[in-house]
């Protein structure tokens, strides 16, 4: 006996119908996002492969190499088979990954990079997009400037005189060891350089706020000088001024010499002169009370030197 096939209730007709639009709209909006994944996909491959900048994505957990971009190959060598091959540290010895870093080639050079990366999901695996900057040139850059700068500060540190670099507004850049001494050997505080005597102070107001210096004819003269070789008005400026501390008298030269051309700043040296000026105080001093010897007596008397210098007194 042949069963009947029953017939659909109206019941499950009519749900259907109701159903149809929402399936209809679900099934566009599974083909639009796939669309849109598409152009997402496509938007990645292009700004990945053109990128300028060698990129890999890796695989986080083997490190394996799953996408490597045109850059990547031509900077580092590699074949996209080689890299295939490879592992993230096969290139990229160190543990972490964001820094800078040693990069290996394969021709075995070894190049400076600055990385940078990011995880995601890259077709179901969580991944690492990893960006490399290549900064040989510039870090050599860098080592060489360093060294440069130790280099001029290890002939500044051999001069005994007190020497402060000055760039184009008056602000001290640079001083040498002997400068420092003093500023620690005249400070008010013991182990603490005396105050407005370090780099970044302005020495030509300085000059102007010491006792006497603004006023006073030396103080004046040194300002001005400074600034004349700054403007390019003078090649060489220097003067002598006194610089007593409570326990002895001081005598210094200042001489202010241009910094390169161009009005890049003034290298100011201070040189001890103490001692010539005690011999020609001295000097002085013997000559003064000579000379009031030989005006006391009642002779007449003729003095020659060896240079053919003369000296009478009134009687003769």
Same mark, same amino acid.
């Given at each position: 006996?042949?069963?009947?096939?029953? +017939?659909?209730?109206?019941?499950?007709?009519?749900?259907?119908?109701?159903?149809?639009?929402?399936?209809?709209?679900?099934? +566009?909006?599974?083909?639009?996002?796939?669309? +849109?994944?598409?152009?997402?996909?496509?938007?990645?491959?292009?700004?990945?492969?053109?990128?300028?900048?060698?990129?890999?994505?890796?695989?986080?957990?083997?490190?394996?190499?799953?996408?490597?971009?045109?850059?990547?190959?031509? +900077?580092?060598?590699?074949?996209?088979?080689?890299?295939?091959?490879?592992?993230?540290?096969?290139?990229?010895?160190?543990?972490?990954?964001?820094?800078?870093?040693?990069?290996?080639?394969?021709?075995?050079?070894?190049?400076?990079?600055?990385?940078?990366?990011?995880?995601?999901?890259?077709?179901?695996?969580?991944?690492?997009?990893?960006?490399?900057?290549?900064?040989?040139?510039?870090?050599?850059?860098?080592?060489?400037?360093?060294?440069?700068?130790?280099?001029?500060?290890?002939?500044?540190?051999?001069?005994?005189?007190?020497?402060?670099?000055?760039?184009?507004?008056?602000?001290?850049?640079?001083?040498?060891?002997?400068?420092?001494?003093?500023?620690?050997?005249?400070?008010?505080?013991?182990?603490?350089?005396?105050?407005?005597?370090?780099?970044?102070?302005?020495?030509?107001?300085?000059?102007?706020?010491?006792?006497?210096?603004?006023?006073?004819?030396?103080?004046?003269?040194?300002?001005?000088?400074?600034?004349?070789?700054?403007?390019?008005?003078?090649?060489?400026?220097?003067?002598?001024?006194?610089?007593?501390?409570?326990?002895?008298?001081?005598?210094?030269?200042?001489?202010?010499?241009?910094?390169?051309?161009?009005?890049?700043?003034?290298?100011?040296?201070?040189?001890?002169?103490?001692?010539?000026?005690?011999?020609?105080?001295?000097?002085?001093?013997?000559?003064?009370?000579?000379?009031?010897?030989?005006?006391?007596?009642?002779?007449?008397?003729?003095?020659?030197?060896?240079?053919?210098?003369?000296?009478?007194?009134?009687?003769?």
């Amino acid at each position: 006996m042949t069963e009947k096939k029953s +017939k659909p209730a109206a019941e499950d007709i009519h749900k259907t119908q109701l159903q149809r639009p929402v399936l209809k709209k679900k099934a +566009k909006a599974a083909r639009t996002q796939k669309e +849109k994944s598409g152009k997402n996909e496509l938007a990645f491959q292009m700004l990945f492969q053109n990128h300028p900048m060698p990129m890999w994505v890796i695989d986080i957990k083997t490190h394996a190499f799953l996408r490597v971009n045109k850059a990547a190959i031509e +900077k580092y060598g590699y074949s996209q088979t080689d890299f295939q091959k490879l592992t993230l540290k096969d290139i990229h010895p160190e543990e972490r990954i964001t820094g800078q870093w040693h990069h290996k080639l394969k021709s075995g050079k070894l190049i400076d990079v600055e990385v940078t990366s990011c995880t995601f999901d890259f077709q179901g695996l969580e991944s690492i997009l990893m960006t490399a900057q290549d900064i040989t040139a510039c870090k050599q850059t860098g080592d060489s400037l360093r060294a440069s700068e130790i280099f001029n500060q290890a002939i500044l540190d051999s001069v005994t005189a007190e020497i402060a670099v000055l760039d184009h507004s008056g602000i001290i850049i640079a001083v040498n060891q002997t400068w420092e001494k003093f500023a620690l050997e005249n400070s008010a505080e013991a182990g603490i350089p005396a105050p407005r005597t370090g780099i970044g102070v302005n020495y030509l107001e300085i000059c102007k706020a010491e006792n006497g210096l603004e006023t006073g004819t030396e103080g004046m003269n040194g300002c001005d000088g400074i600034r004349a070789v700054m403007s390019g008005k003078l090649t060489r400026f220097s003067m002598e001024y006194a610089c007593h501390s409570p326990e002895q008298q001081r005598w210094y030269t200042l001489t202010a010499t241009p910094l390169g051309e161009g009005g890049a700043g003034v290298v100011v040296t201070h040189n001890n002169i103490t001692e010539r000026k005690l011999v020609e105080e001295s000097l002085h001093e013997s000559q003064s009370t000579l000379q009031g010897i030989l005006q006391s007596t009642a002779d007449g008397i003729l003095a020659v030197s060896l240079k053919n210098k003369y000296f009478a007194n009134e009687h003769f």
